[in-house]
DNA sequence: GATAAATTTGAATTAAATTCATACCTAAAA
DNA sequence: TTTTAGGTATGAATTTAATTCAAATTTATC
């Protein structure tokens, strides 16, 4: 009766608090979780969650059944690994550039997520600024970019190819005593005349510029820090307004030292893709490695959702 | 797409090592069960068994997948009971009689899994010889009798419940010299002016005797032993037959000692049971001690059929 | 009281697992 | 050899189970 489509759905329900967004990630619709778990529940005649219009709740039995859900998930992953690895001696490199600054927060866990599954495998950073990391693939420098999708790789020609990993949500970080501390979102217009704090990379790198106020023509003057700390710094002694992954910033808006925002009636949203050439994305590997970091990003950072 | 049916069945297929034996096992039939690998193998592109007219063996792929089944199926276990527990506290007394000698073999193994599972349960053996054991259910001295079933069960007035557990096969045992030794299998006739040796039991709580000799009015002398061991020695050095369940004496047959041979053209099997009163075989624990033994005696006997 | 954001429900649908009936394979016996 | 017994494989039909669809409900909030 329990099967491990049940475990799976439980770990989803438990990372996303909603059985809407849990069902996205384990691909279902809402209405079929809701009946997976009332099936559960009669199964065991046990109450597994207490509901509510802000999500589930865990019962004691519903945690027990977690517990078991992340005991045993992660030995059938290695199971799987193990097979796969039966199949033929799998060995090689894995030289990785970030795209984009903020995701050194989580890479550090995926790598040891990875070391630990494929061991045989040389998991690397390839170190410094690159202005153009696709690049670096073509030129044998660079195995993975993770990052959004380059151009050139909508165009056929292109030997490169491309596992999906994450969206997430660009907002807004103001100070908490800013003028429009009580706006629900921004605009671009929002942005006049005021600086805006990046990472020191080219404006075309820079979502919100690209995206939003580049397209509107708005009037900004621009300053660069090299770490989210000194950002948030800087937001937060008012010397000027960002824009960050809604992951990154989370801990300082929690602990009210500033305020985030969304940014246009949608909100500002980015994909991340890990990207290398065909040959390369084709070994098992770095297939893993595009499931390590949905699996690992799922679960460590909020309001993420897997593409 | 890998499944807890799925480990169940390679645990099955593990300890029958027939895939038409395992099928019964999880109450599939045997296609079912060959569809089911099959699906397997092409999900993983590996193949998990060498088959052949012997029945399956696992290959170094099959074996990962089992080493893996053999480590979550005891972990689900846990928490399913669990779950019972977290119903409402299961706390009382198990105390067992054994109707048949031989179950002392498997009866430790059971018990131990029986109080790591039930800690809260206090389980015992009654003991001493009881020449109606199942009167000990309605006297209050026992609560559960390991055995056939009475004639009293069949009456509808009886309060008495079984839960069913395996059936087995009652072996003729003789000596590997003996003038029967070519034969395939004994008749009735075949002990005719033998010596039976036998535990120190009443005839009529001999299957032997009671469903093959006395119908076919054999004349026999009998000799009695307490120990499997003593029946063994014995029954080498040319002193009689015996009839013993083909799993207690199965390491004797293996290193030559005695020759085992079925009884009758069906050969003489015996059922076993769980029986109780209803109100105690209507707790979660008095369930579970069947479960336990169904399990373990799956595992460890060879030949056996689950009821 | 309306709205929004959740979950629940039951019937209809779809997909998946299982059975049935038979074919196939292989080792051992006649 | 040929046959038989004991095993597994296969494909179509069937059954069962899971999933979706389209409301209905619930509950907090403005």
Redesign the pocket.
Known sequence: ML?I?HLKSLKAIAETG???LAAERV??????L??????LETHYAITL?Q??????RFTPAGQRLLDLANELLPLIDKAERDLIRLKSDQSGELRIVLECHTCFDWLTPVMDAFRRAWPEVEIDLVAGFHSDPWHLLHEGKADVVIGGLPNALSEKNSSLNHLPLFKFEIMAVLPTDHILRNKTRLTAQDFSDETLITYPVPEDRIDVIKQVLKPAEIQFNRRTAELTIAIMQLVASRRGLAALPSWGIQSYVQHDYVLAKPIGAKGLWSELYAIGTNEMMARPYAKDLARIIRDVCAEKLQGIKLL
């Not at 691909?27 to 079929?32: G, I, P, R």
């Not at 809701?34 to 099936?39: D, V």
């Not at 509901?51 to 589930?56: D, K, P, T, V, W």
């Open positions: 099967e489509r909603k059985l809407g691909f279902l619709t809402q209405s079929a809701s009946h997976q778990i009332r099936a969650f509901r509510s219009a802000q999500g589930l």
